[in-house]
């Protein structure tokens, strides 16, 4: 079974750019696959940052951006904040209509 | 505003049942497919089914698949989760969210099986 995989943690410093990933255990991640990045902080639900790739949700600030990096989704954070410190999920699409989320990366901002 | 409130969740023993409920509003319910989405406790999202926009399919995770079942009811705007058969490690917050790619978010419903 494929394994959708993420960094476990990231860190940033306050201002500075960060790129975290979404692969697969076995291919490459396309736009077919319809990334989705989603935010959670603790406590709370989580939150749609991007969908279909690089859509970025209602609301979301201009600083997050999706894209596809080589064979993997990427999440990218340019000019981060300290309310940027969160678990990102991705979620890829597996096609016969299932999806599929990767574990999370921890994003530290210090 | 789009809104997606979850509700039956509680304490049920293991080998029991219970089905949960999404509310929606805010938006054409008919216009999109909708998902469960579920995190037991210290761990992080796990997809558990989605439903088409007009109910003609259904698709589960493996984890879940013969013993939960999710429909919808398009005259209430709502969705909802029959879970059968239910284990310890079913215990989690229990989302519903919009979309296939999962775009809007409920506040979740706490599940905990547990004798």
């Known amino acids: 079974q494929t394994v959708v995989t993420q960094e476990p943690s990231f860190s940033v410093t306050p201002g500075g750019t960060v790129t975290l990933t979404c692969g697969l255990s076995?291919?490459?991640?396309?736009?077919?696959?319809?990334a989705s990045w989603h935010q959670q902080t603790p406590g709370q639900a989580p939150r749609t940052l991007i969908y279909?790739?690089?859509t970025r949700s209602s609301g979301v600030p201009g600083r997050f951006s999706g894209s596809i990096l080589g064979n993997k989704a990427a999440l990218t954070v340019t000019g981060a904040q300290a309310d940027d410190e969160a678990d990102y999920y991705c979620?890829?699409?597996?096609?016969?209509?299932?999806?599929?989320f990767g574990g999370g990366t921890k994003l530290t901002v210090l | 505003e789009v809104q997606l409130v979850e509700s039956g969740g509680g304490l049920v023993q293991p080998g029991g049942s219970l089905r949960l409920s999404c509310a929606t509003s805010g938006f054409t319910f008919t216009n999109f497919w909708m998902t469960w989405v579920r995190q037991a406790p210290g761990k992080g999202l796990e997809w558990v089914a989605n439903v088409k926009e007009d109910g003609s399919e259904k698709n589960y995770g493996d984890s879940v698949k013969g013993r939960f079942t999710i429909s919808r009811d398009d005259a209430k705007n709502s969705l909802y989760l029959q879970m059968n058969s239910l284990r310890a490690d079913d215990t989690a917050v229990y989302y519903c969210?919009?979309?296939?790619?999962?775009?809007?978010w409920g506040q979740g419903t706490t599940v905990t099986v547990s004798s």
């Open positions: 076995s291919g490459s991640v396309s736009t077919s696959y319809y």
């Open positions: 279909n790739t690089d």
């Open positions: 969210a919009r979309g296939r790619g999962v775009g809007v």
């Open positions: 979620l890829l699409y597996m096609g016969g209509g299932s999806c599929v």
